[in-house]
């Protein structure tokens, strides 16, 4: 049973920093790729953030420089630091794991997803 865990996020003030981080479990893949996935108020999703099981990172455009994701403890826990936050940066973040190969670069291409933590701006 995969069951991810999302922790922290919350209301912060615009140009203000956030963190957010997950944990997962369940996973049989030694190295997934995970990720997280924002949904904003508007209903739109985007891949913010993808970190492979090698320490590989992809950003969208609209948070390069600003986030950073990173790894945890180990290849099924990781958390991303959220600086200089803007108002478009509202929305509900999920964490969320791909197993099969590939590079996830959309939503659908994540296999789990937790429940989602909200950060609002």
């Known amino acids: 049973h995969v069951q991810l865990v999302e922790s922290g996020g919350g209301s912060v003030q615009a140009e203000g920093s956030a963190r957010v981080s997950c944990v997962a479990s369940?996973?049989?893949?030694?190295?997934?790729?995970m990720g997280w996935i924002r949904q904003s108020p508007g209903g739109r999703r985007e891949v913010v953030a993808t970190l492979d099981g090698y320490g590989g990172t992809l950003y969208a455009n609209s948070v390069k420089g600003r986030f950073t994701i990173a790894r945890g403890k180990d290849n099924y826990s990781m958390n991303m630091q959220m600086n200089s936050l803007k108002s478009s940066d509202t929305a509900m973040y999920y964490c969320?794991?791909?197993?099969?190969?590939?590079?996830?670069?959309?939503?659908?291409?994540?296999?789990?997803w937790g429940e989602g933590t909200q950060v609002t701006v």
């Open positions: 969320a794991v791909r197993v099969n190969s590939g590079c996830p670069t959309q939503p659908a291409d994540f296999d789990y």
């Open positions: 369940g996973i049989a893949y030694r190295d997934p790729r």
